[in-house]
């Protein structure tokens, strides 16, 4: 069985530090790039960072870029975001993501950790 399942949220204060774990099971995980996703109230869905699965190869959203860093530890089937200084807009609800682009298209979702952010 498939699992994905985040935790680490809660509430932090602003320029304070959060980091969230996202723990999987049920399928390789070395072989998936893994992503943290957000979404806020009445915003859609938006990528926050992604981690490539051999290279490692990190992207981030320009909001987030200096203050939060991802990172997998492919022997504990975990991927990892740390939130340094984090602002009031940065208050949603984060899910982790895992997907395989070759042979086949494989995509699997957590289904979220809270986190709020207070000024």
């Known amino acids: 069985q498939v699992q994905l399942v985040e935790s680490g949220g809660g509430l932090v204060q602003s320029g304070g530090s959060l980091r969230l774990s996202c723990a999987a099971s049920g399928f390789a995980f070395s072989s998936y790039t893994m992503s943290w996703y957000r979404q806020a109230p009445g915003k859609d869905r938006e990528l926050v960072a992604a981690i490539t699965s051999i290279r490692g190869t990190i992207n981030y959203a320009d909001a987030v870029k200096g203050r939060f860093t991802i990172s997998r530890d492919n022997a504990k089937n975990t991927v990892y975001l740390q939130m340094n200084s984090p602002k009031a807009e940065d208050t949603a609800v984060y899910c982790c993501?895992?997907?395989?682009?070759?042979?086949?298209?494989?995509?699997?979702w957590g289904q979220g950790t809270q986190v709020t952010v207070s000024s």
């Open positions: 993501s895992g997907v395989l682009t070759w042979p086949s298209r494989r995509e699997y």
